[in-house]
Each structure stands twice: as C-alpha cells, then as structure tokens.
C-alpha cells in the first residue's frame, strides 16, 4: 500500500503513517501488504528508557572522537562514493547496487518533510574537515527520528560496528531532543541481517492490536535466535497495546 506525500501537512501525514508502519522514499509513503506473509514488522526503539550493553557501550566509546554534523537534504559526491563502497561490499548485486549520481540525489533530496543527513567524519587535521565515514538520511517526526537509510566505510581497519554507531548516535540525539522513539524499518523474525536490529532495549514491534513492547526475556531469546514459538510462550505478545491504538492492517513484506 502506498500515498503521495505532499501539500502544506506532509509532515504530520508521514508521522500518523510511520505510527501504523509506513516507510518512506522520497515522496511516497509505504508498507508491505502481502496475501498470505505477516513476516515484515516495524520496530522502534524507546529512546529515552535506553539501556545499552557492555558491547554498545564500547562502540560508544570507541567512536565518541567522530565528528558529526546534521546537514541539510543535498546530495554530495562524496556522499555519493561512499555509498558506492558500502553497497559494493555489503549488498552486491542488490537492488541499489546500480544507483548512479542522479539516483542518489533523488532519494536525498526529493523530499516533502523534515529530513536532513547526518554526516559521520573522522577528526579534523585543523585544515580540512576530517574523511565521511557515515552517513544518514533521517527524518524528524513529532514522536522520534526515522532513519530512513544509512550507509559507511565497511572496510575501516580501525573502527568496526560504524553501522551500530549510527543506531546508538541517533537514539542519543532522540532523547536529548526529548522525543520518545527511533524508528528502524521493518525487522524479519529469523533474519541474520536484520537481527541487529533487535538489540537495541527496551524495542517495541508493530501488531495488529498497536504497538507493544518486548520483554527483557522475549528480546534475548529473539537476539539468540530463538524460535518463534519459544518467544511467543512467554506471553507477552498478548497484552494490551501500550497506547491503546488499533490497526486495521497486517505488517507485512
């Protein structure tokens, strides 16, 4: 299912969709309406209750000298081959693989809503702003921060877990703006390359019924890999919704 987003409330139109699922690219929103598949379920994070671990905390620590900047939706070239590196190594042959220039600069600047990048450097020389590194496309919403796609130098000798960084700099920039959540997309139950998505605590996951929040418990078993009807016997997939809202429709990819 998809909408055009534009005209003077665009921003407000993208918030109440992003609430029930919705992603967007550029100036469409979406979310997966599958016959027989409930497999695709929007996950957020809950940004001011955020409790990182031992080993988010070391990432914390390992890149708390990058320089970060918020900038305005404009497409660089250096953003640009970056990119070009990231999906080289991390998703050949994928979708985006063959993006050129103006591609890029279509899904940055075609935008109805607040959004900006934010642009990951390593530190300055003094003379010129230090090397991009990371980057992301996000944008600001009522209730949180969307990332809407985020990408970096998978082969940096000397800094690992860049991809995490990003997640754990936008939820401390969630709570220090005072806005609840971080949106991640839509997580697949059994996904290797989606499971990172699920380690980020407390994390709530779209249902039928609204929003719901995971259990120290049921996260765990998922983090390990953990069946789906191993989680589901913990029971706490059946409470009441956390805001009391409705969704008429399946999540789904």
């Given at each position: 299912m998809f909408t055009e987003l534009k005209g003077p409330h665009s921003d407000q139109l993208n918030e109440a969709l992003g609430r029930i699922g919705f992603r967007r690219s550029q100036t469409v929103a979406y979310r997966p309406s599958c016959a027989n598949c409930s497999a695709c379920i929007s996950v957020r994070v809950v940004a001011d209750e955020f409790q990182p671990s031992s080993t988010q905390r070391r990432n914390l620590r390992r890149n708390e000298d990058l320089?970060?900047?918020?900038?305005?939706p404009w497409a660089t070239e250096e953003q640009f081959d970056l990119l070009q590196r990231y999906l080289g190594v991390r998703h050949p042959g994928g979708?985006?693989?063959s993006m050129d220039e103006i591609d890029y600069a279509d899904m940055v600047e075609h935008t109805p809503v607040s959004s900006y990048v934010i642009?990951?450097?390593?530190?300055s020389d003094g003379l010129q702003p230090g090397r991009l590194i990371g980057a992301c496309l996000t944008d600001r919403q009522g209730d949180g921060l969307s990332m809407i796609y985020s990408f970096?130098?998978?082969e940096h000798e000397a800094r690992s877990g860049l991809g995490n960084y990003i997640i754990l700099d936008h939820i401390r920039r969630a709570a220090e703006q005072g806005l609840p959540y971080v949106y991640l997309g839509y997580w697949v139950e059994g996904s290797d390359r989606m499971r990172y998505k699920i380690r980020y605590r407390p994390m709530e996951r779209l249902t039928r019924d609204g929003w719901r929040r995971l259990s120290d418990e049921e996260q765990a078993a998922l983090i390990s890999?953990?069946?789906s009807a191993a989680?589901?016997?913990a029971g706490s997939l059946s409470g009441p919704a956390k805001d009391g809202s409705q969704d008429q429709y399946s999540?789904?990819?």
């Open positions: 320089v970060t900047t918020e900038c305005r979708g985006m693989a642009e990951y450097r390593e530190p970096y130098d998978p890999g953990t069946s989680v589901r016997e999540i789904t990819e």
